[in-house]
């Protein structure tokens, strides 16, 4: 398909690997600073393309608490109804209860104003398709080039869309209460982190039963108590929290709540490989194996997991769409990437932090155990990572050339991959070569079963880069 670039302002660029021309849409969709790189006029073009490409006679219109959400939401729904669809507005609820709504009210397309994680000052749009799934980079492509020609098909005047207003958490919540039985009161504290989740999370956990103390579960869109990623140091108050009240879990979310994190009952961050890693595990036990599905950079500690059940681990490129996709493709029963974006394609193909909060809790369950015991059946790699300095105009081609230079290197690996950099599986650990999409870097992943092992690794391979990075800056 021939790609239009559409022409960028400043933040909205998303490199790519041929050249650095910039996209419109990335891996999640349209993302930049609110009125700088995403602007009304911009929203509502998208929304022009989107529903002229989808035909589109139903939407479901979701955002998260930023405080750039209601203007840029006028803005989509203006150019839905001007091109004849029908908008249900679904307010502030997280991604997944968008996703999950789209397909739930039989609606073609769904928008969720959205920047993630990312600080105050962003803003997003991430579109939906009928079955949940986002949009795939080929749509995504075939929007660019209608917003890029203006090519829109207005609707005659008789036949402009109307705007309800929905309960998207009612029909999500009656999702989770079919899917969750709990048994046992949890004492849980969660964190919404003042972001979309700020009302279902909280509500959702006493649906089942558990006992909840909610922090930050007000909107805010300053994101004024934690940073909306859920990290180690981000999460310290709800660690300090789940300690002094000796709660069973903390569970938080980032701003759209696509993504969880744990802490376990001693007000421990839960790494996220090996909580993925380990309900991975009891995913493909329950099922009698399968395939489950992660990204080139997860820990290899989700393949020792998925053999224990005799499950086959799928690896895709980084990036929750094609996760999804790949569950979809494959059949898999469970997928995730390593920063708590969990699918569950039994009930819907988007992430879903909420939903993987109260599996999880059901796993634990089943499994009688505490977060720290079920996690601690999960192996602990060493993972070492390096940034090697690299020009962007030919650290794609480093890459490619690595290729045969790493083969040659580590001469008994065991996988090779270039769905996303090069991968090279090796006996005592794994190594990944990524061009940064963003930094003139590029980007070394090492995990090796033990310390030696993984400096080992690095160290040969950083050389290899260093020598390979010299032949272009020469
Ligand atoms: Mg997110």
């Known amino acids: ?82 091109c004849g669809s029908d908008v249900l507005l679904a ?48 749509e995504q492509d075939t929007v660019e080039e209608l917003v890029a020609q203006e090519k829109f098909a207005l609707a005659n005047w008789r036949r402009v869309g109307k705007t309800t207003t929905i309960d998207a958490s009612q029909l999500y919540l009656g999702m989770v209460q079919k899917a969750v039985l709990l048994q046992k009161p949890w004492q849980v504290v969660v964190d919404p982190g003042c972001g979309a989740a700020f009302e279902l999370a909280p509500r959702m956990l006493k649906m089942l039963g558990c006992k ?5 579960a007000q909107a805010d869109g300053y994101f004024p108590a934690r940073k909306s990623e859920p990290t180690a140091e981000s999460l310290q108050d709800l660690a300090k929290i789940v300690k ?45 194996g399968g395939v489950i599905v992660t990204n080139v950079e997860a820990s290899m500690c989700v393949e020792t997991m998925a053999e224990k059940f005799g499950g086959k681990v799928v690896r895709t490129k980084v990036g929750d769409i094609y996760i999804s996709e790949a569950i979809k493709r494959e059949g898999a029963v469970f ?37 720290s015991e079920f996690i601690s059946e999960v192996p602990e790699y060493i993972t070492l990572r390096e940034n090697i300095p690299c020009k962007n105009e030919f650290k794609y081609r480093v890459v490619k050339e690595l290729e ?30 990524r061009a940064s999409g963003t930094e003139p870097l590029i980007r070394l992943t090492v995990e090796g079963e033990s310390e030696v092992a993984a400096k080992d690794i690095t160290a040969k391979a950083t050389a290899l880069l260093h020598k390979q990075v010299e032949v272009h800056q020469k």
């Open 404 to 433: 045969a230079t790493l083969k040659t290197a580590f001469p008994r690996f065991t996988g090779f991959s270039t769905v996303d950099g090069v991968r090279l599986a090796l006996k005592e650990g794994w190594l990944l070569v």
């Open 212 to 216: 909840v103390t909610a922090l930050n």
């Open 1 to 82: 398909m021939r790609r239009i670039p559409f022409k960028p302002t400043k933040l909205n660029m998303q490199v790519t690997d041929a050249d650095s021309m910039a996209k419109l849409f990335g891996s999640s969709g349209v993302r930049g600073l609110a009125n700088i790189d995403l602007t009304p006029l911009l929203a509502n073009k998208v929304a022009l393309a989107v529903a002229t490409y989808a035909e589109a006679k139903k939407a479901v219109v979701a955002r998260d608490t930023r405080l750039s959400g209601q203007m840029l939401e006028n803005a989509l729904v203006s150019g839905l109804v001007a």
């Open 91 to 138: 307010g502030m609820v997280p991604t997944p209860v968008l996703a999950y709504a789209v397909k739930a009210f039989g609606a073609d397309v769904g928008f969720m104003l959205t920047a993630s994680h990312n600080p105050p000052q962003y803003n997003g749009i991430k579109v939906f398709s009928n079955t949940s799934l986002s949009f795939t980079d080929a």
């Open 335 to 371: 997928g995730g990437e390593p920063c708590g974006a969990w699918v569950h394609p039994q009930h819907h193909f988007c992430p879903d932090g909420p939903l993987s909060a109260a599996l999880f809790l059901s796993a634990l369950e089943e499994e009688g155990k505490s977060v």
């Open 244 to 288: 002094v009240l000796g709660a069973d879990i903390g569970i938080a979310f980032d701003g759209d709540a696509d993504r969880v994190a744990f802490v376990d009952e001693d007000g421990g961050f839960v790494n996220f490989d090996r909580s993925l890693a380990a309900y991975g595990a009891l995913a493909l036990k329950r099922s009698g």
